[in-house]
């Protein structure tokens, strides 16, 4: 047999098995993906762990993250070229129906029903795999939920001193707000100056009382105004008509009472979108806020939140109006596949998907108080 004796047969079987096990395990290994994302915690949350999810598949992950401002734009040139450049997308539920529209995304369902037991299909809130839907085809899967919900500076409403300033000066007891009345009082409250005392102490920069979204810049107000708006009763559609009801009384009601807040907001109010409006509160420099949960979970980080380190965030159930308790809204940050993309890549990026909105890895992030 020449140089080739048993041992060294036996020896090139045992390889060939290796070789073929390590393919079974990591049918994917050597693609290269790159995913066309944002600083949204369902990203910042992932990005540093995409060394730990080549490992495990072979898989070799690239994450951008982009400003929110433009994006929809990127997204849509990338899926409009037949050599796309981002396999992955991340996208907000607003934009699925336009890119449902176009053909941009890939269809997951099949690949979601296929896969059901493993990423606990039944276990997700029905309105977020809803709301990545369009035309009965799933083209995004829900990466974080958010709702609409009321966040404050605990370390000052829980102060005695503040305390007895509020009551002697409004009647009523200092607490997390249960009337948008009540909301407007706090935020009035806690409107002071650099020097002033807050919760006992001289403040280092101005406290503003609250802190909302009024910039323009890719609609940045309507997210804030719409929950007003359904908190004062309203909604988008007429729903004896179908037509648009965005004239009506509860409409205009929230519009006026969002005007009312300017006073208590920083004064660059109009430039405030969601990452500046969310850092006053990060910073501390705000005592309220009504707003998304999706960065609620970083207020109460110390390596993301000033706040965390000088006193402690308190979150609480959206204010109600005269209208009484109302339905909120809710959203859904999904990741998504461009449909340009070679079938292989699709199936790599399906795994990403899969394992980075894994129910192992959240629980991880909550164990890390990064949840």
């Known amino acids: 047999m020449g140089i080739w004796n048993k041992s060294t047969i036996a020896l090139g079987v045992a390889a060939l098995m290796s070789s073929s096990v390590w393919a079974q395990d990591k049918p994917f290994a050597g693609v290269e993906l790159k995913m066309l994302g944002i600083g949204d915690t369902s990203v910042t949350r992932v990005a540093p762990l995409v060394g730990e999810f080549e490992e495990l598949t072979g898989i070799k ?80 899967f829900p990466a974080s939920g958010m709702t609409w919900l009321q966040q404050y500076r605990a370390d000052l409403l829980e102060n005695p001193d503040e305390q007895a300033n509020f009551k002697k000066k409004y009647g009523y007891d200092l607490a997390p707000a249960k009337t948008w009345a009540q909301y407007r009082d706090i935020a009035e409250f806690f409107t002071r100056k650099k020097g002033d005392l807050a919760g006992g102490k001289p403040l280092e920069n101005d406290l503003y009382g609250v802190s909302q979204s009024y910039s323009r810049v890719q609609g940045a107000i309507t997210h804030d105004y719409f929950p007003f708006m359904r908190s004062f009763g309203g909604d988008y559609w007429d729903p004896k008509t179908g037509l648009c009801a965005m004239t009506g009384e509860p409409h205009i009601k929230a519009a006026e009472y969002m005007k009312s807040l300017i006073p208590f907001n920083p004064p660059d109010y109009l430039g405030l979108m969601w990452d500046i409006q969310s850092g006053f509160m990060e910073r501390g420099e705000a005592a309220e806020a009504a707003y998304w949960s999706v960065r609620s979970v970083r207020l109460t980080n110390p390596e993301e939140a000033v706040l965390a380190k000088i006193g402690k965030a308190g979150f609480a159930a959206n204010p109600e109006s005269d209208a009484g308790p109302q339905p909120t809204y809710t959203g859904t940050l999904g990741f998504a596949v461009n449909a340009k993309s070679p079938d292989k890549e699709k199936d790599a990026a399906w ?21």
Do not use: C, H
């Open 351 to 371: 795994e990403f998907i899969k394992w980075a909105t894994s129910e192992k890895l959240m629980r991880r992030f909550a164990d890390e108080g990064k949840g």
């Open 61 to 140: 992950v690239q994450i951008d993250q982009l400003p929110y401002p433009g994006l929809i734009d990127k997204i849509i040139v990338e899926s409009s070229s037949d050599s796309p450049t981002y396999q992955l997308l991340w996208i907000d539920s607003p934009w699925v129906g336009l890119l449902g529209e176009s053909g941009a995304l890939e269809d997951l369902t099949s690949r979601a029903k296929r896969d059901a037991t493993e990423i606990g299909l039944d276990d997700i809130v029905p309105i977020q795999l809803q709301e990545n839907t369009w035309q009965g085809k799933l083209l995004a």
